[in-house]
């Protein structure tokens, strides 16, 4: 943090302005796929990478915007009246649309900002709702807003959708709000009713491997799932009352498949079976079923691979490899899919052997290497002090 303090202020200058610092971070999701915008369960938890945000109140009435992992575009200045959705403007719309949400109109002050961020840009962890929880902690401090973490959680998810374009659910959003170091959040999507379940995984760690493939598919594709979900909804609700695909149970669907098309069996059961098996994945966690929460993982996997489609080769081919290595309890992808990461339960003196295994077998199949990282359960967004340590 003081590195980054220190580059504010060869940025912005000097000013008689306190300077604040805050963090989001990036979240993994350990299972519960595709569920959250069908009114289901999820499993994620918050990671100890994400976004670093170093800020100060201006007296121009300007907002700065400078992203060190994408300097070439330098300073992004707008004034308040230009909040609107720009192309050109790539990253920083992500806070401009919390901004334009959440700045108080009538105050004359402008704000200067920094951004960096250690989370691998395309991994599917979730780096753009850290962005977005980062700015919303960010601003509910300089401007004294006084909001609750779960109405940042949810304006943030309101800009992912109807500023951004993305027709996310709010899985992302809640899992970098309301994250705690040391525990999974088992989240019910429908209702926002969630519980922190404590992730004593003992002698293992969770690995998340990157497959290193940009996710250009994971946009159009998730839309295209998202409204195949939505007219098999419409389709179920005529002959059973239901709110969304989760409320459906296993024997409801298979009384009633006979009504959807082909592929939208195929979704449906991917849904239903996927809302399933996080249950009881939750319930092994409680209970510290290591091996039940691994072969829930791997048949998530399956599902997402042949009912719901969003794999890919190179998922595959990282999974495929991580259920062959000795050390590995539970593999599967986490995120939204065609490329993007892999979340992997390995125990911890098998690690080093499991990178180099796993990643030769990947990169002989592939043609080019992947990236792991042993991850660290941290806190869900917050206010830092300039040293970094936690101001709650």
């Known amino acids: 943090m003081d590195e980054l303090v220190r580059d504010f202020i060869q940025l912005f200058g000097q000013s008689g ?31 100890h990478i994400g976004t670093y945000v170093v800020a100060r109140l201006n007296d121009d009435g300007m907002i700065r915007l400078y992203s060190k992992n994408f300097h070439d575009d330098g300073i992004v200045s707008i004034r ?11 990253w920083a719309n992500y806070p401009k649309g919390i ?7 009538h105050v004359r002050k402008g704000i200067d900002v920094l951004y960096y961020g250690n989370i691998p840009n395309g991994a599917g962890l979730s780096s753009s709702a850290s962005i977005e929880l980062a700015t ?20 943030s998810q309101k800009v992912e959708n109807e500023y951004i374009g993305v027709n996310c659910g709010i899985m992302d959003q809640f899992a970098v709000g309301m994250g705690k170091a040391g525990h999974a ?4 999507c429908q209702t926002l009713k969630y519980q922190y379940l404590p992730l004593s995984l003992e002698d293992c760690s969770i690995v998340i491997a990157n497959t290193n493939k940009k996710r250009e598919l994971a946009d159009s594709a998730y839309n295209e799932r998202r ?8 389709k179920l609700q005529r002959y059973v009352s239901i709110h969304s695909l989760s409320d459906l149970t296993i024997e409801q669907f298979n009384e009633y498949a006979h009504v959807l098309s082909p592929i939208e069996q195929k979704r449906v059961r991917h849904v239903v079976s996927e809302n399933e098996r996080t249950k009881q994945a939750a319930s092994a966690l409680q209970k510290g079923d290591l091996h039940t929460f691994g072969q829930l993982m791997r048949k998530s996997h399956e599902s997402l691979r042949d009912d719901y489609e969003v794999t890919g080769k190179e998922l595959d081919t990282l999974v495929e490899a991580a259920w062959k ?58 206010q830092l002090t300039k040293e970094g340590e936690s101001m709650r």
Do not use: W
Not at 31 to 45: A, F, K, R, S, W
Not at 99 to 105: E, N
Not at 185 to 188: A, R, T
Not at 327 to 353: E, L, W, Y
């Open 17 to 47: 302005q306190d300077i604040y610092t805050f963090f989001a971070p990036g979240r993994v999701n350990l299972i519960g796929e595709h569920t959250d915008y069908n009114g289901g369960y999820v499993l994620p938890c918050s990671l």
């Open 80 to 90: 308040k009246d230009e909040l609107s959705y720009e192309e050109c403007h790539g």
């Open 99 to 105: 901004i334009q949400a959440l700045m108080p109109k």
């Open 136 to 155: 919303a902690v960010m601003l509910n401090e300089l401007f004294q807003l006084r909001m609750e973490m779960m109405e940042l959680v949810k304006i």
């Open 185 to 188: 959040l088992l989240l019910d």
């Open 227 to 234: 409204a195949t979900c939505e007219q098999a909804l419409a």
């Open 325 to 382: 290595h000795k050390g590995t309890i539970g593999a599967r992808m986490t995120g939204a899919g065609f490329g993007g990461c892999t979340v992997n339960i390995v125990k911890d003196d098998h690690i080093p052997s499991f990178i180099e295994e796993v990643g030769k077998m990947y990169e002989m199949e592939i043609g080019y290497a992947p990236s792991f990282y042993v991850a660290k359960i941290g806190d869900g967004a917050k």
